[in-house]
């Protein structure tokens, strides 16, 4: 008989149980309350294998020999030297002395964004701020590579950003009033899989299932049919991809043109809609923004926009914006275009009525919204207000000491002289790759902490080996997921990997600030003391009742108080002058006094359809594709990437880039052909795969593909971002504009083999 453990864990895609015998991972059951567990949990043992993990503390040879003046040129492929625990942390905190010394420490750039363990106390990133704001602080980054553009308008028009972060109309009260439901974008179980903090439950299916049996009339606007559940018989719209503002306005002109807008509402509840109103009719600029001026743009039928304008005004409506819209460039306006229609219809504030962004974009987005506190690591105070837009990171390396623009305030690039990154992975997720490696010649140092050895971590100087959650104690939550979530240690550490506390422990220790860094807890005092902490919350504010920390540990999970059937701005709408929003006129903001007041021609004074640098509609682009860059579905980011879920959706050895047969065929590809993906900034191979599923003139190439690049020649392994756009999506937002990118494609004869295989045997050759 074996004696196999049963050990409750948690990841970004969901709670489970891992079976362990004797330190191997034998199998992994879903979270029995669960209605929709995600197969990546089948991948996690992947973690447990040694072939793309960093088993000891790594110093590249030529940094090791000149230190700071080293050539930043031979980052990714000089050789590492193993170096002992104790000689890493000394070089490291002698480095972020060194330079808070000499140069000050926003030259400490700590950003470090990223994804990380879903674990709350190791949270990589929040470790080392912590870590840094005890020396003098660093250099971070606000908003997220997932939403920038989007959380920045929203919170100049509706004084915050909770509509887009599951603050808007739960989905629960959708199912039960919503009559028609337009879905621009993606309500998707392949996104909704997964949730930043792990989730107990994963509810999507549950409220769309509800949604087809009451028959409510869905549309989706999207450029792919399969970005809804095929059983919801949704009518779909195939846009143009990044023209989803000019749909809006043009159904928002229909509506003031059929006199059918709100006036009670927009005079009450909103400022600035003269402005607006003047746009859609044209009086301020001599085009009027109708149905055939929206489908001129679109691609759309006319017909089929002037029927939707009616619906919206007919029946108690719905608009639904996933979070990738505003991934483009001037991607705030379709978000500030779909309140604005909203607005003329009327509904906001009515149950099932308005508009709500980024539901399903993550599984916590629209589901019942926890009220109590969630379990986080605390990153203390900052010690010096030094940030930059997070997507502007190859800008700020390029141009030290020059200015740029966010949220209409003017600030300047430091001097990034040390880079330090725990638990990101830039050579995955930021866009323009090759931009960003000259960029990253340019600083003195880079450290980088991960259990793997990532393209990022291949390009560092010092490489310090994290353990993965599934080696140390850890607890799981968000205020987004119904369960606060144990995830106990399933195997011993790989190698001579660290967990994350303890690596910047002892680099703390070295710093002289270790007793404030971990305040004397160890890591299940911490642990204990992070639960205590949202469980006497939840009593003292909420009367709710959680167990004691045993017995939480012991069942591996508690289930946090909720507040479900939610209708955004109800009492806002009720009685605007007692409950003001918290933005320039204590109301909607549908014309703004101060983008007016700032003339930005790339977010104007109202919503606006500007077109994009790069669209199908561009003069040029007859023979270009546009290349969406979505979520991938077997695996999280660029994380296991080989483990089973993700190898199913990769073919003939890398990602498969889907197209439309059409287009194909004027290129001479065919299904399971390797292609060859370029433009002006990169060339990448992908396996084609051939769907009527989406609209002509776009092709999808999934995120996350680990970066294998040869000396010459095309990047091997199919990863997008070797060919996307690296600009701020306007002067406001400066978020990342990963979809909007045209490229060309063409049928490549021969296959150099699997991109996995070269990766790994890169690697061996960096280290031998
Ligand atoms: N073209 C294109 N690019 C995109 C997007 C797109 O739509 N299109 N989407 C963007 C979005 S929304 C996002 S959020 C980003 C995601 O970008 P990232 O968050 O950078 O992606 P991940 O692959 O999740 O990287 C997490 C890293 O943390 C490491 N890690 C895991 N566990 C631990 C741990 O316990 N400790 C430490 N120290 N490290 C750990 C993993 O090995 C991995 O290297 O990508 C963005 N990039
Ligand atoms: N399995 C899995 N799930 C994930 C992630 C993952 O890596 N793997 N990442 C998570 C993260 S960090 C985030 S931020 C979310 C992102 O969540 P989203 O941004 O919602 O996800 P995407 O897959 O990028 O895009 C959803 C769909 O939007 C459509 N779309 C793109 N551009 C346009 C456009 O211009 N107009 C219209 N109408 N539609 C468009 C595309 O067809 C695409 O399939 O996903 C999360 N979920
Ligand atoms: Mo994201």
Known sequence: MSNVRRVPHCSHWGAYTILVDDNRIVGVEPFGPDPAPSPIIHSVAEWTKSDRRVLQPLVRQGWLEDRGASDGRKRG???????????ATTLVSDEISRVARDYGNASIFAGSYGWTSCGRFHHASTLLKRMLNLVGGYTGHVDTYSIAAGPVILRHTLGNESACGGGANTLDNIAEHTETLVVFGA??????????????????????RRIAERRVKVVLVSPLRDDLPDWLNAEWMPIRPNTDAALMLGLAGEIVAAGRHDRDFLDRCTSGADTLLSYLTGTQDGVVKDAGWAAEITGLDATAIRTLAAQLVDSRSMLTVSWS????????????????????????????????????SLGGVGAPIQTGKSPAMSRGM???????????????????????????????????????????????????????????????????????????????????????????????????SDYILAMHQAVAP?????????????????????????????????????????????????????PDFNTFWEQGFAACPTQHNHTYLANFRADPQAAPLATESGRIVLGSAALAQLGYDDCRAHPAWIPPAEWLGAPGASDALHLLSHQPKGRLHSQLETGPSSREEKRNGR???????????????????????????????????????????????????????QAEGPELAGNPNVLTLDVGTSQFGQGCSAQTCLVRIAPHDDNPGDAIEIYQAQLTALLT
């Open 325 to 360: 819209l505003q991934r483009a460039h001037h991607g705030e306006q379709p978000f500030w275009a779909a309140l604005g229609l909203a607005a003329m219809i009327g509904q906001i504030g009515l149950p099932g009525g308005g508009v709500g962004y980024g539901y399903g």
């Open 494 to 546: 790989m190698g001579q990997a660290l967990s994350d506390f303890e690596i910047f422990s002892r680099i703390s220790e070295k710093l002289g600030v270790r007793a404030d860094f971990d305040e004397g807890r160890d890591e299940m005092g911490w642990v204990r003391h992070l639960y205590d902490l949202s469980r006497t919350d939840v009593r003292e504010r909420l009367d709710f009742d959680m």
């Open 77 to 87: 492929s000089d050789r590492f030297v193993p170096v002992s625990w104790d000689e």
């Open 187 to 208: 309500m998707s179980p392949r996104t909704s899989q997964s949730e930043a903090g792990g989730i107990g439950t994963h509810q999507l299916e549950t409220h769309l």
């Open 655 to 709: 990602e498969q880039v889907r197209l439309n047969p059409d287009d194909a065929t004027t290129r001479g590809i065919t299904d399971g052909q390797t292609v060859r993906l370029w433009n002006d900034r990169g060339a990448c191979l992908a396996t084609a795969r051939l769907t009527a599923d989406q609209r002509p003139g776009v092709a999808v190439l999934p995120t996350g593909a680990w970066l294998t690049e």
């Open 382 to 480: 900052d010690a010096i207000r030094s940030f930059i837009p997070v997507a502007r990171v190859t800008d700020m390396l390029l141009n030290p000491g020059t200015p740029f623009t966010y949220q209409g305030e003017t600030r300047n690039y430091p001097d990034a002289r040390l880079v330090y990154w725990a638990g990101g992975n830039p050579f995955h997720h930021h866009q323009d790759l090759n931009r960003l490696s000259e960029a990253w010649t340019r600083p003195e140092t880079i450290i980088v902490q991960d259990p793997m050895m990532t393209a990022t971590a291949r390009r560092a100087d010092i490489i310090l080996p994290a353990s993965t959650s599934l080696e140390r104690n850890d607890l799981a939550g968000n205020r987004r």
